[in-house]
């Protein structure tokens, strides 16, 4: 009697068990591409430009800081000249000398303030597209998880990003299961009339930033001035 309830119990929850299992709907997959709609929505174009048109502001000042610095420059070679002339007194030598070390000391201080400027200015830019990306991102994946939805799917797959060896997660994707388009077409019916329009074949803007014209890299560059490189005002 207690096997014969065992058993009983067994085949219970084995019909439990494949009651559940028949009751989860079939996986249905929906294919996108997310960095295309990134890069192609109008916002991503308008913040692009914003950024660019900013960037330009920055080179322009930086441009106008080495001017100044150039300047300092040519009084520094003048005053180290004067410094050994043969014809001026050991007084006018000696006030020159100081005069050219302050010189010295003004364009180090300009070479800072260029670097300084360079990578704060270069640090905004990046949090200003960073901050923007993260918030386009989670907008364009609600649309693409409600399009996704519509079409009862019940996996979205993005087919943009990179594998480990560089290649995309997807090797091959029945074109009937893509949504990007659809997407697209969703994500435009709130673009306003004269809002740009992205390039035909748009930069991977949510791997890397655009075209700058401040120097790149993990760190300031040494910005130096002409003629004076590590050179010291003579005693």
Request: no cysteine; proline share 6%.
């Amino acid at each position: 009697m207690k096997k014969t309830i065992q058993t009983i119990v067994a085949i219970a929850a084995f019909g439990a068990f494949s009651l559940a299992a028949r009751a989860q709907p079939a996986i249905k997959i929906n294919v996108v591409d997310m960095a295309k709609i990134y890069d192609s929505h109008y916002k991503t174009v308008e913040q692009n430009a914003k950024i660019q048109s900013d960037d330009q502001k920055a080179q322009e000042e930086v441009d106008k800081m080495n001017k100044e610095g150039n300047a300092l420059v040519e009084e520094y070679k003048s005053l180290n000249e004067q410094s050994n002339n043969p014809a001026l007194t050991a007084e006018a030598k000696s006030k020159a000398q100081s005069e050219a070390q302050r010189k010295l000391e003004g364009i180090q201080l300009k070479q800072r303030e260029v670097q300084t400027f360079i990578q704060n200015t270069r640090n905004s830019l990046q949090q200003r597209l960073q901050t923007f990306r993260s918030l386009m991102l989670e907008e364009i994946s609600k649309i693409a998880t409600d399009v996704a939805k519509r079409r009862g799917a019940t996996l979205l797959v993005d087919k943009a990003g990179p594998s480990l060896i560089g290649i995309s997660n997807i090797v091959y994707a029945d074109p009937a299961y893509e949504i990007t388009e659809e997407v697209m077409k969703e994500i435009n019916k709130d673009r306003p009339p004269g809002a740009p329009t992205a390039p035909a074949t748009p930069a991977a803007s949510t791997s890397t930033s655009p075209g700058t014209a401040l120097p790149a890299g993990g760190s300031a560059p040494a910005v130096t001035f002409p003629g004076v490189g590590g050179a010291k005002g003579k005693k």
